[in-house]
T-cell receptor, first 108, second 114 residues
Framework: GQQVMQIPQYQHVQEGEDFTTYCNSS?????IQWYKQRPGGHPVFLIQ?????EVKKQKRLTFQFGEAKKNSSLHITATQTTDVGTYFC????????FGKGTHLIIQP | DTAVSQTPKYLVTQMGNDKSIKCEQN?????MYWYKQDSKKFLKIMFS???????INETVPNRFSPKSPDKAHLNLHINSLELGDSAVYFC?????????????FGSGTRLTVV
């Protein structure tokens, strides 16, 4: 079945540093979605990418979808303590397959 | 006005018991899902229902039985609970097909089997 791999599993940064998480799929994706889960919370939808090579921005967050539609990345510029949480990529048609997530830990 | 609500929020029970988790969405979405999140935060899809019909049934023990009385509700019944069933179970909903709005998740049910 479809596999979505995500790295790194954990990322420790100092507040103000940048952060990037990478997602790779074993198959071509029709679209990819990104979610954020705060500690003790539930996954919250951030964005969906559909087109090959697509780049979308949300304030300090930049999302990219690879040209081959098999990889994606999320980059956060100048992290803040409110960015703490686990970031998941997910792909699939009738039911999203989630990556294992990247846990972002921020040291003030 | 919670969009996707699950009950109960916490569930502690003994091995061998049978329990149910309820889920309701008021978003008018056609599709609902159950996901299991283990202690390492891995999210795995269990079931997907579209307009009361089962679409996806991943390799889940048949002790787990979903029931969808209407498209706004998707309940999960678990028989003969085992220690390995301890996890957080999330209900989610979405419009049918790819959507710019993604999945909306409930706040989760933390199941602890002792």
């Amino acid at each position: 079945g479809q596999q979505v791999m995500q790295i790194p599993q954990y990322q420790h940064v100092q507040e103000g540093e940048d952060f990037t998480t990478y997602c790779n799929s074993s198959t071509t994706l029709s679209n990819i979605q990104w979610y954020k889960q705060r500690p003790g919370g539930h996954p919250v939808f951030l964005i969906q990418l559909v087109k090959s090579g697509e780049v979308k921005k949300q304030k300090r967050l930049t999302f990219q979808f690879g040209e081959a539609k098999k990889n994606s990345s999320l980059h956060i510029t100048a992290t803040q303590t409110t960015d703490v949480g686990t970031y998941f990529c997910a792909g699939g048609a009738d039911g999203l397959t989630f990556g294992k997530g990247t846990h972002l830990i921020i040291q003030p | 006005d919670t969009a996707v609500s699950q009950t109960p929020k916490y569930l502690v029970t003994q091995m061998g018991n049978d329990k149910s988790i309820k889920c309701e969405q008021n978003l008018g979405h056609d599709t609902m899902y159950w996901y299991k999140q283990d202690s390492k935060k891995f999210l795995k899809i269990m079931f997907s229902y579209n307009n009361k019909e089962l679409i996806i049934n991943e390799t889940v023990p048949n002790r787990f039985s979903p029931k969808s009385p209407d498209k706004a509700h998707l309940n999960l019944h678990i028989n003969s609970l085992e220690l390995g069933d301890s996890a957080v179970y999330f209900c989610a909903s979405s419009p049918y097909g790819a959507s710019d709005y993604g999945y909306t998740f409930g706040s989760g049910t933390r199941l602890t089997v002792v």
